[in-house]
Protein backbone atom coordinates (compact mmCIF):
# COMPACT_ATOMS: atom_id res chain seq x y z
CA UNK A 1 0.00 0.00 0.00
CA UNK A 2 1.50 3.39 -1.17
CA UNK A 3 1.77 6.12 1.55
CA UNK A 4 -1.04 8.82 1.86
CA UNK A 5 0.27 12.40 1.17
CA UNK A 6 -0.71 14.53 4.11
CA UNK A 7 -3.75 17.17 3.29
CA UNK A 8 -2.47 20.69 3.78
CA UNK A 9 -4.45 23.60 3.51
CA UNK A 10 -3.75 26.23 0.38
CA UNK A 11 -3.73 29.27 2.06
CA UNK A 12 -0.79 29.27 4.48
CA UNK A 13 -1.90 29.50 8.32
CA UNK A 14 -0.04 33.18 8.92
CA UNK A 15 -2.81 34.44 6.46
CA UNK A 16 -5.62 32.77 8.44
CA UNK A 17 -6.02 36.43 10.46
CA UNK A 18 -5.46 38.61 7.80
CA UNK A 19 -7.69 36.92 5.79
CA UNK A 20 -10.42 36.96 8.38
CA UNK A 21 -9.92 40.69 9.17
CA UNK A 22 -10.11 41.84 5.42
CA UNK A 23 -12.90 39.33 4.34
CA UNK A 24 -15.12 40.57 7.13
CA UNK A 25 -14.24 44.02 7.39
CA UNK A 26 -15.62 43.88 2.88
CA UNK A 27 -18.51 42.07 3.94
CA UNK A 28 -19.46 44.60 6.63
CA UNK A 29 -19.28 46.96 4.10
CA UNK A 30 -21.43 45.55 1.52
CA UNK A 31 -23.49 44.46 4.15
CA UNK A 32 -24.06 48.19 5.40
CA UNK A 33 -24.62 49.04 1.34
CA UNK A 34 -27.25 46.62 1.43
CA UNK A 35 -29.07 48.28 4.11
CA UNK A 36 -28.35 51.98 2.96
CA UNK A 37 -29.94 50.82 -0.70
CA UNK A 38 -32.88 49.32 1.26
CA UNK A 39 -33.58 52.42 3.46
CA UNK A 40 -33.30 54.87 1.23
CA UNK A 41 -35.18 53.65 -2.53
CA UNK A 42 -38.41 53.76 -2.71
CA UNK A 43 -40.38 50.51 -3.40
CA UNK A 44 -41.01 51.25 -7.21
CA UNK A 45 -37.20 52.20 -7.97
CA UNK A 46 -35.94 48.58 -6.40
CA UNK A 47 -34.05 46.69 -8.38
CA UNK A 48 -34.23 42.63 -7.34
CA UNK A 49 -30.79 41.42 -9.31
CA UNK A 50 -29.04 44.32 -7.41
CA UNK A 51 -30.47 43.24 -4.18
CA UNK A 52 -29.37 39.40 -4.46
CA UNK A 53 -26.18 40.49 -6.23
CA UNK A 54 -25.45 42.72 -3.09
CA UNK A 55 -27.21 40.42 -0.98
CA UNK A 56 -25.46 37.03 -2.27
CA UNK A 57 -21.51 38.63 -2.36
CA UNK A 58 -21.87 40.55 1.38
CA UNK A 59 -22.85 36.63 2.27
CA UNK A 60 -19.81 35.00 0.92
CA UNK A 61 -17.56 37.47 2.34
CA UNK A 62 -19.18 37.43 5.82
CA UNK A 63 -18.57 33.51 5.26
CA UNK A 64 -15.53 33.21 4.40
CA UNK A 65 -14.25 35.64 6.66
CA UNK A 66 -15.91 33.70 9.39
CA UNK A 67 -14.46 31.25 8.47
CA UNK A 68 -10.94 32.06 8.12
CA UNK A 69 -11.51 34.18 11.78
CA UNK A 70 -12.51 29.93 13.29
CA UNK A 71 -9.62 28.75 11.48
CA UNK A 72 -7.27 31.43 13.15
CA UNK A 73 -8.17 30.65 16.58
CA UNK A 74 -7.64 26.81 16.20
CA UNK A 75 -11.08 25.72 15.98
CA UNK A 76 -10.54 23.30 12.57
CA UNK A 77 -13.97 22.86 11.02
Known amino acids: MASAKAITSPV ?3 WYPTLAVLMLAVGLVLTASFFIYEATSSK ?3 SLAKELTSGGVASVFLGF ?3 FLLLSA ?3 V
Request: no cysteine; glycine share 16%.
Open 44 to 46: RNR
Open 74 to 76: GVY
Open 12 to 14: PDA
Open 65 to 67: GSL
